[in-house]
Nanobody
């Protein structure tokens, strides 16, 4: 079992930055891959970023490539998502998630453990 707690969301303006954090507990942090996905009202959920368990390889959805950066600190059991140049279409609840094993996935259904989510709202 893995417990995940996100933080760092908020209300910002277009062009601003936010840094989301996800504190993990319950299993050895470096033993699993992780990802961030978002869910906006009326829209399909989207995996926006993923990272392998050692941080060597990352994935970004086209919608956030060049603006978002995923990283992890295995010594602190923490996952991060640095979000720059935010747009109104980035407004969503953001969740961190765990995929057991080495590699991330690009499908939400491949992540069995999720946090409670943190709201990000970008005003125009």
């Amino acid at each position: 079992q893995v417990q995940l707690v996100e933080s760092g969301g908020g209300l910002v303006q277009t062009g601003d930055s936010l840094r989301l954090s996800c504190a993990a507990s319950g299993r050895t942090f470096s033993s699993y891959a992780m990802g961030w996905f978002r869910q906006a009202p009326g829209k399909e959920g989207e995996v926006v970023a993923g990272i392998t368990r050692n941080g060597a390889s990352v994935y970004y959805a086209d919608s956030v490539k060049g603006r978002f950066t995923i990283s992890r600190d295995n010594a602190k059991n923490t996952l991060y998502l640095q979000m720059n140049s935010l747009k109104p279409e980035d407004t969503a609840v953001y969740y961190c998630a765990v995929r057991l094993g080495w590699n991330y996935a690009t499908n939400i259904n491949d992540y069995p453990y999720w946090g409670q989510g943190t709201q990000v709202t970008v005003s125009s």
